[in-house]
């Protein structure tokens, strides 16, 4: 977009759609002030009634707005200074015409919310309870053909929290968000402002409530994605579930149910490890297992698996030795690291790509991962999760374009590599991802250890031609047959 933005600009300099796309690449890739430079003239010479002179009036508004919450002290002045900016940017089109312009209404309306729980003296001139109530009176006489089907609810969600009516919030919530239709972007867009505009989880028991609901629902849907650090996982934890009611009120009679499994999920996240290089940087993932699972000795002792290339005795491949390693489970105790005694068992990459590591200390504290008692079906659409620390980076729930391609298990699976059966799936995974537990959808049980992908394509399992875009993980039963039958190094 900005390459295009920019051979536009080349050719024509004042074309005002393209240079306030151009605004937008620069705030969508974090230039936010260099976006200001670029939208301000942009808006200073544009005729009020001009559509691009709200849009760029809007985008000045959101680089603002994004000033504002990338702060790390929301106390200084340079971020109340953006806050104020950002009303004040809002502010104009939508007093000019509150019918074509509600976008920036209801951002005017969080923004003043935000400002007033901070006792900042932003638009003073502006009752907030005023601005939200003319709000919702625009959008309920909005023509239905005029009505935008992906932000029309969301926008009168917002514009009623501004009021404080929380029945309405949840209602017109509810009424996209338990559609079959709704689609991961817009659950996305709502869950940034009540989270990061609106702070709605301090707000009230509700807020707190609603937040949860949206989260769990957006992990139900292909192309959701969430990232946490290990910090939120314990937070989230730690907060009080939503009441079944009000579960029920947003997402209909399975919402206890789709929360029950959202919750699930943060729990198994405590068992999944950073494989850190000692005192150093993370440098792949593992999960906790008991060795009984594996068919290891003694069986209920607890033990980490992952991947050869990450951890083994050698060195080889580039791995870390265990005398150089340690995990910690972060998002159970960041500041626990748990060195490792020694690797009981392990296979190479060119096998099952595993290491079994056996810790330092009698006991991990967390409830080790259950084992799916078979891979899943290759059909209608399953879906497979990946719990890690992708890149290194904060530990991540890995669920967009999240499909099961297809395995070398039971039933029908012709194994190429004999006692190995891997797994294909398509979903999103960087290195650091290495060891990660890739979970079946129904009961968060773990079918496979992950170990590789290829955006340039991985051949076809089952003797299938051809090749495709793919992440591959070596099924668990897999690596259980092969310690029970001899056919892993034992340490």
Not at 144 to 169: F, H, I, M, N
Not at 185 to 190: G, L, M, P, R
Not at 297 to 308: A, R
Request: with cysteine; charged share 20%.
């Amino acid at each position: 977009m900005g390459k295009l933005a920019e051979a536009v600009s080349r050719r024509d300099p004042k074309d005002p759609r393209n240079r306030r796309l151009y605004g937008q690449y620069l705030i969508n890739t974090g230039k936010a002030t260099a976006a200001i430079d670029l939208l301000t003239p942009l808006a200073q010479r544009l005729p009020k009634d001009d559509p691009e002179f709200a849009e760029a009036m809007g985008l000045i508004g959101r680089a603002n707005k994004q000033i504002f919450f990338d702060a790390g002290d929301k106390a200084d002045s340079s971020a109340h200074a953006a806050l104020g900016q950002a009303v004040a940017a809002y502010r104009v089109p939508f007093e000019q015409s509150p019918s074509r312009n509600t976008w920036h209404g209801v951002n005017l309306v969080a923004l003043l919310s935000r400002a007033r729980r901070l006792g900042l003296q932003i638009a003073p001139d502006l009752s907030l309870k005023s601005v939200a109530k003319s709000l919702v009176a625009e959008l309920a006489t909005m023509p239905e053909e005029k009505r935008d089907p992906d932000w029309y609810l969301p926008t009168l969600a917002e514009a009623s929290l501004g009021l404080g009516d929380w029945d309405a919030v949840e209602r017109n919530v509810s009424a996209y968000a338990a559609s079959d239709k709704v689609q991961p972007f817009q659950i996305e867009s709502t869950l940034r402002q009540f989270t990061q505009v609106w702070d709605i989880e301090t707000l009230d028991e509700r807020g707190r409530g609603l937040v949860a609901t949206l989260r769990a629902r957006l992990l139900q849907l292909k192309g959701g994605q969430i990232s946490a650090t290990a910090e939120e996982v314990r937070q989230w934890r730690a907060q009080r579930p939503p009441t079944p009611g009000q579960l029920q009120a947003i997402l209909g009679a399975e919402g206890t149910e789709t929360y029950k499994w959202w919750r699930t999920g943060l729990e198994r996240a405590l068992s999944v490890c950073a494989v850190r290089q000692r005192l150093g940087q993370r440098f792949g993932s593992g999960f906790l297992l008991t060795a009984g699972t594996l068919g290891l000795q003694p069986s209920d002792e607890l033990v980490v698996l992952t991947n050869f290339h990450v951890v083994n005795n050698e060195g080889a491949v580039g791995a870390l030795t265990p005398e150089s390693a340690e995990v910690v489970f972060e998002a159970a105790d960041a500041a626990q690291a748990w060195p490792v005694k020694t690797i009981l068992s392990s296979s190479p990459v060119a096998r099952h790509d595993a290491s079994v590591l056996q810790l330092q200390g009698a006991t991990v504290g967390e409830a080790p991962l259950p084992l799916a008692p078979a891979l899943p079906p290759v059909q209608n659409n399953a879906k497979i999760y990946v719990i890690g620390y992708p890149g290194g980076q904060d530990l991540a729930f890995s669920f967009q374009d999240n499909e099961l391609l297809d395995h070398e298990g039971p039933p029908g699976g012709s194994q190429q590599i004999p006692g190995v059966s891997r797994v294909h799936y398509r979903t999103p995974t960087e290195p650091g991802s290495s060891g990660s537990p890739v979970f079946g959808a129904n009961g968060w049980e773990v079918i496979a250890l992950h170990h590789k992908g290829s955006k340039d394509g991985l051949p076809r399992l089952n003797g299938k031609a051809g090749s495709y875009s793919a992440n591959e993980g070596i099924s668990l039963a897999s690596i259980k047959g092969a310690i029970a039958q001899g056919n892993m190094d034992r340490h």
